[in-house]
């Protein structure tokens, strides 16, 4: 079965650099959320699109911007790296009516910034 | 806004053993659904069970199954017959019921150690 496709699947960055993680969910999902799992620490959600406009916000830092095309793959744009951005961010998608077992998520991408 | 506690960073277990983790949440909501979510070594993201806070029977999913207090705001996994491939990070995380999917809000996590 298709799953979420993150890419790339690790990066290294320097500070001050920008970042762009891609994400494309399971076919027919219309939405997709990112989440942010600093070392050690919980996922924390950071926004979410459903048919390309954004649904909900987290704390994401002004930084980072995201967006979801008319294919319904989504990018995180991450710029002004700090060392404090290195982390695990995941994508999830999901239909948008409620059904848990549809909500998948990626394998993540893993931000390293030196 | 929802938070969600398990006060217990790490347990350890033996193998065939049974071991119960906690965890508590903090609501106003009336219709949401909880989980426990599975985080191995490979970072990946998994689902172990889910539960609709307006059901009152526990979910059960093969050797795992919950203890649903919706009073208490209590939501515990049992993990009977535990064995190697259990051990991982499990993450107890709270979804907002609005007729379509949400964002989930996690607890902190616990590390769980299987034993051979």
Redesign the interface.
Known sequence: AAGVIQSPRHLIKEKRETATLKCYPIPRHD?V?W?QQGPG?????LI?F?EKMQS?K?SIPDRFSAQQFSDYHSELNMSSLELGDSA?Y?C?S??????????T?G??T?LTVV | AQTVTQSQPEMSVQEAETVTLSCTYDTSENNYYLFWYKQPPSRQMILVIRQEAYKQQNATENRFSVNFQKAAKSFSLKISDSQLGDTAMYFCAFMKLTGANSKLTFGKGITLSVRP
């Not at chain 1, 620490?41 to 959600?45: L, T, Y």
């Not at chain 1, 999901?94 to 909500?103: I, K, M, V």
């Open positions: 939405t959320y989440y620490q919980d996922p924390q959600f979410s459903y909900d987290g695990l995941f999830a999901s239909p948008h009516r409620y059904d848990n077992y549809g909500y998520f394998s993540g893993r």
